[in-house]
């Protein structure tokens, strides 16, 4: 389809060891954001990318976290040495502009640490 | 105090009743407001923008307060389909990154 593609739909995975996640984005869309939503919380927002600036990586909650986002499309969520506490929906949403509010999102990696 | 905050619910109304979520934030330089909907389990998906005038799509309505800082949906003749959650969105003033700001969300449940 030509929507946001999220993989794995599903991944557990044992503390401490790295994960990756991959979103592909709408194509043409030049925004592309990776948000987190813990059971029952809001959207936690973690990294941004607009075409080729440098990423806003505020929303990361530790230097376990990277992201980076390649030729400008597909972006990849790094998260090494996991703990129980990265359990999580990782949502990722692309934007044909930015500045527009109107994100599109994948159906998110569920991601279970044991 | 949180940058974006609703009341969580449930709200629980029958079918054919209005509703009214509000939303209030904290950021008075905010620049644009959405609401969001996100049905259990699946992702959000953009429902509507909030003009300073207010707007209408079908049985939704969106307000904005700028003075009181808080945005609004109503919802008329409420259907079983509209059962979900509801995200209230703000985003920054211009400069610096564009960063959307999610709400915790307001459950609603239309019952028969």
Redesign the interface.
Known sequence: GAGVSQSPSNKVTEKGKDVELRCDPISGHT?L?W?RQSLG???E?LI?F?GNSAP?K??LPSDRFSAERTGGSVSTLTIQRTQQEDSAVY?CASSPA??T????????SRLTVL | RKEVEQDPGPFNVPEGATVAFNCTYSNSAS????WYRQDCR?????LM?VYSSGNEDGRFTAQLNRASQYISLLIRDSKLSDSATY?C?V?PA?GG?????????TSLIVHP
């Open positions: 925004a954001y948000y919380q809001g959207l927002f941004y607009q806003d505020s929303g949502l930015p500045n509010g109107e994100l599109f999102f994948g159906e998110g | 620049q644009s407001f959405f699946k992702e959000p998906k953009l923008s995200l969105v985003t211009s990154s564009y960063i959307p700001t999610f709400g915790r969300g």
